[in-house]
């Protein structure tokens, strides 16, 4: 079936580098709805091959199951596409931390070399994923926005600051327009959920009423919902190139600069009788407030979901035992083993 000629997706297939994940499989139903066709490109790390069954009747998909490492790969990913989301990588500081060369070999040169097969395509635009873990760890009282001095603590935002550098350098010197993202961390019901991100962690641990200690309750930091990141990319994707071409934005809202206390007392609300610990100096030092004004300014993006909404999604979807399963499929929920390269 093909799109309607007049839908904003008409005409356009998207690559989606790391699309079986936690947050690719919304990016990729929102912008099948709107007419695109996506292809999705996963080594399926965690094993959640099926997350895209979901996506089955929707015309316009198409799933490539391999390891954009390869250059085989990357020729069949990019043939015919006309834009690029790079979703991919070793997620978060932990996995990175416990598998370091598969790090060097998925974060950097993987992605180095997505970024090396971009040009002389005709591709139109190209829209890689960071964080706002970029920021690391700044003043009290202040608020990072762009042109914020980076501070990345971890191997993890190291190797997104220099994916970013590296592909809005390309400026004038390729055939495409490179995008770069800093996400908040996200939350949201999703088909992969991540039971190792903060709010969903938080809200299932006192769901269960387990001991929730919470390290350096103060730190701030942003979140945002998957659904929001899926309209991020969408707007992106249809945004004049005078408004986005070789520039950087946070993603997310102002209103969703939480510390985890704030978190806590957010979910305290639904569930006041869970048990909470608090201890100062953890292993995780990060602590940034973000600015989201460039993105609202911009291009119009004001999230729809605040972490509050989430806090209550969740708790439906854990009272109809939706995840019931979550101990038995740790690694499933979570990042927390890989085997790369495939043994
Ligand atoms: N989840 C968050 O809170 C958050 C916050 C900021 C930025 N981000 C960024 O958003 C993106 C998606 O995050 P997520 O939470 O969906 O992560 P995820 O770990 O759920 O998904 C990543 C996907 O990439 C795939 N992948 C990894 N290496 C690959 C390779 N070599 N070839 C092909 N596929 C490979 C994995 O199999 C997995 O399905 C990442 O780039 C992440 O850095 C996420």
Known sequence: MNAEPSSPGAGRLVTIFGGAGYIGPIVAKRLLRQGYRVRI????????????LGLFDEPGLEVLNGDEGKSDVLDRA????????ILAGLVGDPITKKYPEAHQAVNEDGIAGIIDALDGRGLKRAIFVSTCSNYGLIPEGTLADEGFELNPLSLYAKAKVGMEKKLLGLEGKVDFEGVALRFATAFGLAPRMRFDLTVSQFTREMYLKNDLL???PDTWRPYCHVQDFAEVIQRVLEASADKVAFDVFNAGGDANNFTKRMIVEAIQKHIPDAPVDYQEHGSDPRNYRVDFSKIRERLGFTPRYTVEDGIRELIRALDQDLFADVDARTNFYGNYEIDYPAK
């Not at 490109?41 to 895209?52: A, R, S, W």
């Not at 990019?78 to 989301?85: F, I, Q, W």
């Open 78 to 85: 990019l043939e015919g596409a006309t834009d690029v989301v």
């Open 214 to 216: 919470v390290y350096d």
């Open 41 to 52: 490109v996963d080594m399926f790390l965690y094993g959640t091959q099926n997350v895209l």
